[in-house]
């Protein structure tokens, strides 16, 4: 009895996308296959999606490897019911490319390799997008192009009300007191205001304004103010300090170190985002600070010390040389350390 073989063809994902990546391939030349196995998972700008065998046979002719982009329609491979089958004219040609020329008009202004559908290039002209900014290999379609828009009026804004002066400070007790004093020395930055979740709208702190609590982050955020300052101390429960900097980094925030006018920096030390160094502090040679730790008043943090992140050095401490601060401790006022220090 002659062998006989059927086409599998590449199927159509989204109607925007004439074409679909093979992320994976899961047989090879040769392979017998049972019906509904898996032969390859396509995927497109929207869709996963896998191609099965549609009856049990031999995978021959295959024409396509993972990561190439094979247009819906084209043949993927037959299935034979005998190894030795082969089609009409073999070997093989390629599938057919689809017409690329035809996706494009005014082709004089499209990057070389460029390969992007019609209605998406005409969105990128409407909008006048620089078609530089467009991935070269796959399709781009108009989602695509719609989101580099998005994208680039968003950065757009962000440029423009960005106000690398502003600041919000978080938190208005007695650390947050200090720290408006601490930022005012500076003469960098303006305070826009106080949040707090524990106190009246407009109420007045150090003449700040109290401007509301945490669900108005995103509104400053989008008014253009892009730094904060976290003022909640967290001595005994760390785990408030580390909620708020969780708040504002999820909203975008930045954390300015903070260094009084009247403390001392070795330049040999590296303070991370968020450090805060009170005054008369000092911070010696080769030192380690970690996110969001706090040094305060008249504190000694000698050399080749190491403090890890939200570590709280309180007024007067000392620490000598090589010591080491975990994770979230705090050091107590005039406390003298001389090893290592664990939380």
């Not at 049972?34 to 896998?50: I, M, P, R």
């Not at 007695?174 to 109420?203: A, F, P, T, W």
């Not at 969001?292 to 992140?309: E, F, K, M, P």
């Not at 001389?338 to 939380?343: D, E, G, H, I, M």
């Amino acid at each position: 009895m002659e062998s006989s073989a059927i086409p599998i063809q590449i199927p159509l994902l989204n109607p925007n996308e004439p074409e679909a990546k093979v992320v994976s391939l899961q047989v090879e030349e040769g392979q017998l296959v049972e019906q509904g196995e898996v032969l390859c998972t396509l995927e497109t700008t929207k869709s996963t999606a896998e191609v099965l065998a549609e009856v049990k046979g031999y995978v021959i002719s295959l024409q396509f490897s993972e990561g190439q982009n094979a247009p819906a329609g084209a043949r993927l491979c037959y299935l034979a019911d005998s190894n030795d089958w082969q089609p009409i004219g073999s070997p093989a040609t390629t599938p057919e490319q689809p017409d690329k020329s035809s996706a494009h008009a005014n082709q004089e202004d499209i990057p070389a390799g460029l390969r992007i559908s019609k209605p998406a290039l005409k969105l990128a002209r409407l909008h006048e997008l620089d078609l530089n900014q467009l991935p070269i290999g796959p399709l781009v379609t108009e989602s695509m192009v719609r989101e580099n828009i998005d994208r680039q009026i968003q950065k757009d804004a962000d440029e423009a009300e960005f106000d690398p002066t502003a600041l919000i400070i978080y938190g208005g007790g007695g650390h947050g007191k200090s720290l408006i004093d601490l930022v005012r020395s500076l003469n960098m930055y303006e305070i826009q205001g106080i949040i707090d979740d524990g106190k009246m709208v407009n109420e007045r702190i150090m003449d700040v304004p109290v401007l509301g609590g945490a669900n108005i982050l995103p509104d400053l955020y989008n008014r253009g103010i892009r730094k904060a300052v976290n003022a909640v101390g967290g001595i005994g429960d760390i785990s408030s300090r580390i909620k708020v900097f969780q708040h504002l980094v999820n909203n975008g925030f930045e954390f300015p170190v903070m260094i009084h006018t009247s403390a001392i920096v070795e330049p040999t030390a590296e303070l991370s985002p968020g450090v805060q160094i009170f005054p008369l502090a000092y911070i010696g040679s080769d030192v380690r600070v970690g996110f969001g730790a706090i040094i305060n008043t008249g504190a000694v943090v000698s050399h080749d010390c190491t403090l890890q992140d939200y570590a709280n050095i309180s007024p007067g401490a000392l620490l000598a040389g090589g010591v080491k601060i975990g994770k979230g401790s705090l050091v107590g006022q005039g406390w003298i350390n001389l090893a290592r220090l664990k939380r």
